[in-house]
């Protein structure tokens, strides 16, 4: 049967925790989907996790390619989805039970072309968290950009993430699907579960400003007049 959701999961070495994120994909109820690993070049023996959780269920396929960064493995995650609808989890994420059903739904019901949510945090045993989120505990919560689930021909006439961008893609992609003209909502629900290790690519977020100055400094370009 043809898949209505492709999941579409950027992994690098991530082998510990790879498998859990890719089960509370399979755990979810409702539509039918495939789960779309894109392996970005480790060299942890992820691949080998992945390969063995696909041989188990065929909802499950490994993408191996050349390291990229996150945006270059999400749009190969992208053009290789079957499904109509594609959303994102990062591999050191848990998707909540109920989160793709009610998405789905939620697209019906606002009659929007895409629909993000947001997160709470899990902090794992062990892993001291960064001072800047001791210091914004409120931050352990929050909206979630990248659990975005939108219509593919909404990517595909954007062009997707911007390779260019470590830090601060996901807002630049809801930026620039609204300023294609198509209708994306926030959703006051949780679509995501942030599991905290200590090595997480958010975990020093000194690089987090000049990104989102990056990210503006796009929109504003696009968005003057051509003389």
């Not at 690098?12 to 994909?25: E, H, K, M, P, T």
């Not at 848990?94 to 949510?117: I, K, N, S, T, Y």
Request: charged share 30%.
């Amino acid at each position: 049967m043809t898949p209505l959701v492709t999941v579409v999961i950027p992994v690098l070495d991530r082998a510990r925790c790879i498998g859990d994120a890719i089960a509370s994909v399979l755990a979810q109820t409702g539509p039918e989907l495939e789960v779309v690993v894109v392996d970005d070049g480790s060299t942890d023996g992820t691949p080998e996790v992945v390969r063995e959780l696909a041989g188990a269920d065929r909802r499950v396929r490994l993408v191996e390619r050349p390291h990229g960064g996150p945006s270059a493995a999400r749009n190969e995650g992208i053009r290789q989805a079957s499904a109509p609808l594609v959303t994102f989890l990062d591999s050191d994420d848990l998707m909540p039970p109920g989160r793709m059903a009610r998405q789905v739904a939620l697209l019906d019901e606002l009659d929007v072309d895409g629909v993000h949510g947001r997160y709470e945090s899990a902090v794992m045993d062990g892993v001291v968290l960064p001072q800047w989120l001791q210091d914004r505990p409120d931050w352990l919560r929050g909206w979630d950009l990248t659990a975005v689930l939108v219509r593919r021909g909404a990517l595909d006439d954007v062009g997707g993430f911007d390779e260019e961008l470590r830090l601060g893609e996901d807002l630049d992609l809801i930026v620039r699907l609204r300023e294609g003209g198509w209708s994306v909502a926030a959703a006051d629900e949780v679509f995501v579960i942030k599991r905290w290790f200590g090595d997480n690519l958010t975990y020093e977020l000194d690089a987090t400003g000049p990104a989102l100055s990056q990210v503006l400094r796009r929109h504003m370009a696009r968005a003057r007049p051509p003389r």
